[in-house]
Nanobody, 115 residues
Framework: QVQLVESGGGLVQPGGSLRLSCAAS????????MGWYRQAPGKQREYVAS???????NYVDSVKGRFTISRDNTKNTLYLQMNSLKPEDTAVYYC?????????WGRGTQVTVSS
């Protein structure tokens, strides 16, 4: 059974930083591309970043230069380092993996950027 558990969200002031984590189980973590998505109130869920099994990364334009995705295959954990946070980054952040052609999601972690 695939399980993804996000953590690390919270309230932060504009310009601040947070690091999100996603603990994965039920899959051979190192084999899979992992991704972060987010959903702001009243908006559709959107792609944020992804990292392949070979550590190739990709980002949505709005977070390039501010967010860094990484993985630790020894801990089966995905990370998202978020710097220079803006109010528009406020959202619930979800971890994602596509396993056997099906998308799996965690329950999400809330990130609120506000003064």
């Amino acid at each position: 059974q695939v399980q993804l558990v996000e953590s690390g969200g919270g309230l932060v002031q504009p310009g601040g930083s947070l690091r999100l984590s996603c603990a994965a189980s039920g899959i051979t973590f190192s084999f899979y591309t992992m991704g972060w998505y987010r959903q702001a109130p009243g908006k559709q869920r959107e792609y944020v970043a992804s990292i392949t099994s070979g550590d190739t990364t990709n980002y949505v334009d709005s977070v390039k230069g501010r967010f860094t995705i990484s993985r630790d295959n020894t801990k089966n954990t995905l990370y998202l380092q978020m710097n220079s946070l803006k109010p528009e980054d406020t959202a619930v952040y979800y971890c994602n993996v596509n396993w056997r052609a099906l998308p799996y999601w965690g329950r999400g972690t809330q990130v609120t950027v506000s003064s």
